[in-house]
Structures are given as structure tokens and as C-alpha cells.
């Protein structure tokens, strides 16, 4: 029978609660099938940072790069927590992780599930994804400063574009479109940042003539966010940077029903790394050890792994209990009774 190698990396705050019930949802769903999940639980993110002094070793990497997936929770400290301030968990563990296993395609679905809190009055049907590229834009670090805490200081931060960076996101993001509703929307900011506009502008173009049937439309970063509130139905696949996509998820988180609803795939299509998967939101240091946050955007998380294993049957499985909770979840409850909630739907 088949094993899969699991690596799970709780992390910090509610990134351990949320992670702790998707743990019990992936059990539960794999029990009586034939695949075996071997998993190995990384101790990473601010609280590692803060016994050890490490944020994500040599070693580390090795070790999660033997694994055929990862499941995060989130990592972070309290911004602005002094101990962390040299420490960068962010760039050093996280945007390590997707850097170093060439995770390209930030994958992010949104869909307004019904009965699910939107705050908007007359949502219509929501139901798009955001590819989000992984690897590149301002994110990569390639930046400085000078002349440090004077008047005169120089920051920098350059958002690195590559053809072949952009080129194999968009074709992700077009074949994506191909099996859905045909329609793609590429979001960027090529009034002002015309030099990086221009190239994925041009990308786009160009891999759009070998897809006649997908529809290609374009907007301003700010004027998404706008239709984002007020016509979501419009997006189908939605392909951007870096930081826009960032931006636009936690939107798109909100306008779905909250942020502890949204899931996401950090993806390397290749398959020559293992890819990861989290929620869209970080470790909630307001509501952490609490037990009051949603696991929901982990266990949906879940979903998207077990369906990037080729685990379809299973996937649909904790998609359904997922849906059918949201259509009828009693409120308020605690992180662990959401996850009680989940698994007897899953056995339902
Ligand atoms: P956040 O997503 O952690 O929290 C934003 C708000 O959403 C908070 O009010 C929080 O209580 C709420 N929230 C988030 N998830 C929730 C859930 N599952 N259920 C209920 N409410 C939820 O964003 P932040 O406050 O900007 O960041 C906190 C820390 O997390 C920072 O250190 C940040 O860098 C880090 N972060 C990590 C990741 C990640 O690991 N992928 C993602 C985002 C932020
Ligand atoms: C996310 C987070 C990360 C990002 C941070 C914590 C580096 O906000 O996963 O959306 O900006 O990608
Ligand atoms: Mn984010």
C-alpha cells in the first residue's frame, strides 16, 4: 500500500490549535483507505527562534525536503516583540521554505460557501482562485539601505521579474482557467510599475494565443480591489505578483466569509519539491491559546493536499463535511469543538 510522507510544521500561535484539528481531519478521512501517512512534526517559527536562536537550519530543509508534502499552521511572533526583532521568521523560515522548494504557484481558492458570514449584502456566486506567483516580485530580498536612521536613509526594495519566472506561473494559471469557466484576469499595476507591467503584460499575451477559449481581461491592482467588493462573481482565475496577490487574498479571504475560511496551496508543479500547504492567515497572536480560532482554513488546506496527491475521493470528502458544517455551524464554539463538528460530518 501506498505511504506518504508527511511533514507537519505546527508553527506559532494558532498556526499549532488550527494544525492539531486539521491533523485529526486528515486522520480520520485516511483511515480505512489504503494510504498510510508517516508523518514527522517540525518544531519551527518564533518559539523555536526563541529557545535556539535558529529559524530554519541546513538540516531542517534537508529533512522536510525528503517528504513527499508539508502541512503548515502559520509562523510569527507578536509583531513588534522586541526578542523577535532581528530574527525575521518570515523571510528566514517561511518565504525560505517556498523559495528553496521552488513554490510557485501560491495557489488560493475563494468560494462564498453557502451560509458562510460574508459581509456582503448581495454577493452573487463566489467562486474564483488566485494563482499568485511564489517566487519573485518584491519578496525575494533584494534590497538595502543606506545611511541608516539618518535624515538621509535610502531604502530599497527591488521587485525582481523574470520571463521564465512569469511565463510557467501563467501557464499554471491558463490551464487552470482551461478546466474551470475559461476566463482569466490578470491583475498588476502597469500605469506605474511599467517596466514589471509590461513583461507580464506581454507574457500574457503571448501564452493567451495558445488558449483561444480562455477570456483574458486585465485590471489595476486597486480597481480589483473595488470589483473584489463589489462584483466578485466577475473572476474566474485570477493570476498576479507576489504582493498583490497577497494583498488581494486577504480580501478575498474577508469578502468569502472570513479568513479563517481560506486555504491555501504553496505548489511546485514540477513535483521535484515537496509542495505545502496552509492557511492564508498567520498565527493570530490576539486570539492565540484561546482556542477561539477557526480551523477551518487549515482543514480546507487538508483538502487541497490530499487532492494534490491524487487523493480525489478523500478530498471531495472533507470538502463536503467542510460545506455541509458551514451551511449549518453553531456559534460560538471552540477550535477543537469546530474540528468535532467537521469529523462527524466526515462520518455522516
Ligand atoms: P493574522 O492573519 O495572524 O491575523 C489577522 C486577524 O485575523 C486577527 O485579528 C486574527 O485574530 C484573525 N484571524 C486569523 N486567523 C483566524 C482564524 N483561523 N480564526 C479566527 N480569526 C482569525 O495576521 P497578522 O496579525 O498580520 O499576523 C500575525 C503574525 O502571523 C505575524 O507575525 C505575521 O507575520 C504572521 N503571518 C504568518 C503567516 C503564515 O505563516 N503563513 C501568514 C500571515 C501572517
Ligand atoms: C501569507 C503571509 C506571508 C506572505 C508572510 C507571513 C511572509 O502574509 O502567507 O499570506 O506575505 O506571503
Ligand atoms: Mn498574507
Known amino acids: 500500500s501506498r505511504v506518504v510522507k508527511l511533514a507537519v510544521i505546527p508553527g506559532d500561535g494558532i498556526g499549532r490549535e488550527v494544525v492539531a484539528q486539521a491533523e485529526r481531519v486528515l486522520d480520520a478521512v485516511t483511515a480505512d483507505g489504503d494510504v498510510a501517512f508517516e508523518k514527522t512534526r517540525f518544531s519551527l517559527g518564533a518559539g523555536r527562534y526563541l529557545e535556539t536562536g535558529d529559524t530554519l537550519t541546513d538540516d531542517d530543509l534537508a529533512a522536510i525536503r525528503s517528504h513527499d508534502a508539508i502541512l503548515l499552521g502559520a509562523v510569527g511572533g ?53 494563482v499568485r506567483e511564489g517566487t519573485e516580485g518584491p519578496y525575494v530580498g533584494n534590497g538595502g539601505s543606506i545611511r541608516k536612521g539618518t535624515p538621509h536613509e535610502i531604502a530599497n526594495e527591488t521587485s525582481v521579474n523574470t520571463a521564465f519566472g512569469i511565463e510557467r506561473v501563467v501557464r499554471y494559471a491558463f490551464e487552470l482557467a482551461g478546466r474551470r469557466r475559461n476566463k482569466l484576469t490578470l491583475v498588476h499595476k502597469t500605469n506605474v510599475l511599467v517596466h514589471s507591467g509590461a513583461i507580464w503584460q ?73 509542495s505545502m500547504f496552509e492557511p492564508v492567515h498567520g498565527s493570530a497572536p490576539d486570539i492565540a491559546g484561546q482556542e477561539k480560532a477557526d480551523p477551518t482554513a487549515a482543514i480546507l488546506s487538508v ?5 494534490h496527491l491524487g487523493l480525489r475521493d478523500e478530498a471531495a470528502r472533507v470538502q463536503r463535511a467542510v460545506e455541509a458544517d458551514i451551511a449549518d455551524r453553531s456559534t460560538p464554539r471552540s ?14
Open 78 to 130: 507578536t509583531p513588534g516583540d522586541p526578542r523577535l526583532k532581528d530574527a525575521n521568521i518570515e523571510r528566514g523560515m517561511l518565504l525560505k521554505l517556498r523559495f528553496e522548494l521552488d513554490h510557485y504557484v501560491n495557489l488560493r481558492p475563494s468560494k462564498l460557501f453557502a451560509g458562510a458570514p460574508g459581509p456582503l449584502a448581495s454577493p452573487g456566486e463566489i467562486d474564483f482562485v488566485v
Open 202 to 274: 506581454r507574457i500574457v499575451e503571448q501564452v493567451a494565443s495558445e488558449h483561444p477559449d480562455v477570456v483574458v481581461d486585465y485590471l489595476h491592482v486597486d480597481a480589483a480591489t473595488i470589483f473584489l467588493v463589489t462584483d466578485p462573481s466577475r473572476f474566474d482565475v485570477i493570476v498576479t505578483d507576489n504582493l498583490f496577490g497577497d494583498i488581494l487574498t486577504d480580501l478575498a479571504g474577508a469578502v468569502t466569509g472570513g479568513i479563517g475560511l481560506a486555504a491555501s496551496g504553496n505548489i511546485n508543479p514540477d513535483g521535484t519539491f515537496p
Open 303 to 307: 483538502a487541497l493536499l490530499l487532492d
Open 335 to 348: 477550535t477543537s469543538e469546530a474540528g468535532d463538528a467537521i469529523i462527524a460530518r466526515l462520518q455522516a
